[in-house]
């Protein structure tokens, strides 16, 4: 039940083309859905997070998706360019008590934009 | 921009051996973090460490795991007597709530090898 579940697993995409990336969980106590993107040899870097009482929230080029019900949520890159090519993790927590975030990642995506 | 750093960067270390692999937070930071990424894996929770004590440990965190912040400035994790399987990337953050909300910051990361 604390798992977060992502797909795909790898996923190359155009130039411009606009990648998208799912998760999904099961513990309904997760209330905070942030988006890491990790470069080879470097920490996860925080990109955008959502909290469930939006469904949508956009930073940039970035926007992540959220469907309450399904209990599911995505990130979207538009315009994707090939400085965007790193693995993209989805997270989840209990953020309501905030300060001790014990972040439970999803498997990651490897995203390889091509020119 | 202020950030997480962690030494060593690389260590190999034999069987059975105890490690130290430390970490500078974000200064004026409250809430500190390891988390471990073993090769090709997601990114999991080892620990999280508050006001000098534990706030929350995963499974993978047992007896042979301990942490410490020895002064003001630094944040460690010791493995008493390594075993093959702790072979990954271990990463440590921090987060200030107060300020950032639930952001996590991460360093680059120790990789640990054991032979």
């Known amino acids: 039940q604390q798992q977060v579940k992502q797909s795909p697993q790898s996923l190359i995409v155009q130039k411009g083309g606009i990648p998208i990336i799912n998760c999904a969980y099961e513990?309904?106590?997760?209330?905070?859905f942030p988006w890491y993107q990790q470069f080879p040899g470097k920490g996860p870097a925080l990109l955008i997070a959502i909290r469930p009482d939006v469904s949508e929230k956009k930073e940039g080029r970035f926007t992540i998706s959220f469907n309450k019900s399904a209990k599911q949520f995505s990130l979207h890159i538009m315009d994707s360019q090939p400085g965007d090519s790193a693995t993209y993790f989805c997270?989840?927590?209990?953020?309501?008590?905030?300060?001790?975030?014990?972040?439970?990642f999803g498997t990651g995506t490897r995203l390889t934009i091509i020119p | 921009e202020p950030e997480v750093t962690q030494t060593p960067s690389h260590q190999v270390t034999q069987m059975g051996q105890e490690v130290i692999l430390r970490c500078v937070p974000i200064s004026n930071h409250l809430y500190f973090y390891w988390y471990r990424q073993i090769l090709g894996q997601k990114v999991e929770f080892l620990v999280s460490f508050y006001n000098n004590e534990i706030s929350e440990k995963s499974e993978i965190f047992d007896d042979q795991f301990s942490v410490e912040r020895p002064d003001g400035s630094n944040f460690t994790l010791k493995i008493r007597s390594t075993k093959l399987e702790d072979s990954a990337m271990y990463f440590c953050a921090s987060s200030d709530p107060g300020h950032t909300g639930n952001t996590i910051y991460f360093g680059e990361g120790s990789w640990l090898t054991v032979v």
């Open positions: 997270a989840a927590s209990v953020g309501s008590n905030f300060g001790n975030e014990k972040l439970t």
């Open positions: 513990n309904t106590a997760f209330d905070y």
